[in-house]
């Protein structure tokens, strides 16, 4: 059986009641707040046949565990998830526009938030992650990710740098990030099936990772700081394969 999860904020719960409604078990509303934004996703919910329970916002902030729930919150049953057995139907259903994420190693749920959410936005087909070490989909990563993690796939494995060999194998080019490469994002062709590897907070790729790369590339730094924030670098190259791709 499928486990329960809570999803909190407006633009989360958007996203469940427009893309997987069959998920749905239960909904939360304030009753300290009665606007329209919030209206119309309570009337959106009963019209699919949903019971909405109004509650005080005491109830909500502690399903949310003192996050930002906007007055609104929903259990539901969670997607199933995907493995490195998924990826050669995601390669297949992509063609010759593939374009991975990867993050080797971050933990803070609210730069994973952030990264999916620039994910959906830019067309990506699917966020891989290792199963240790990183963050997973969790209640304040789903608030973040304003709706894109209902719906961006999101696959775990267990050994990264052979999922990235896997990848290779179905004609994917891999691209890791790295300060001291000598190659700039911007001198690389993005165009055809590529997989961008972001390292950790911090620490960057792991040596394995960084050695299974076909190619490393550096986003330029003009000022003093000597690195970005992870989900302002991954934002950065998705769009520069955004504008290779589209021609913007």
Not at 177 to 185: K, S, V
Request: glycine share 8%.
């Amino acid at each position: 059986m499928s486990k329960k999860v809570t999803i909190f904020g407006m633009h989360s719960v958007r996203a469940l009641l427009e893309q997987h409604p069959e998920r749905l078990v239960e909904v939360f509303a304030t009753r300290e707040r009665q606007d329209k934004p919030l209206q119309l996703l309570v009337s959106q919910a009963q019209r699919l046949g949903l019971r909405v329970q109004f509650v005080p916002k005491a109830t909500l902030d502690k399903k949310s565990e003192g996050g930002n729930h906007q007055g609104i919150a929903i259990t539901a049953l969670e997607a199933p998830q995907m493995t490195e057995n998924d990826l050669d139907s995601l390669c297949e259903k992509a063609g010759g526009k593939a374009l991975f994420l990867v993050l080797d190693g971050v933990t803070d749920p609210h730069n994973l938030g952030a990264c999916l959410r620039t994910a959906d936005a830019s067309g990506v087909t699917a966020v891989i992650v290792p199963k240790d070490k990183s963050a997973s989909i969790t209640p304040v990563v789903r608030k973040v990710a304003s709706g894109a993690a209902e719906t961006v796939p999101f696959v775990q494995v267990t050994n990264l740098a052979r999922t990235l060999r896997q990848l290779q194998d179905r004609q994917v080019w891999v691209i890791g990030t790295a300060g001291e490469a000598t190659q700039e994002l911007y001198a690389v062709d993005l165009k055809g099936p590529v997989a961008i590897v972001m390292g950790a907070e911090g620490d960057g790729m792991r040596r394995l990772t960084r050695e299974t790369c076909d190619e490393l590339i550096k986003i330029p730094l003009l000022g003093t700081v000597s690195s970005l924030n992870v989900s302002v670098a991954t934002g950065v190259c998705l769009y520069e394969a955004v504008r290779q791709r589209h021609g913007v």
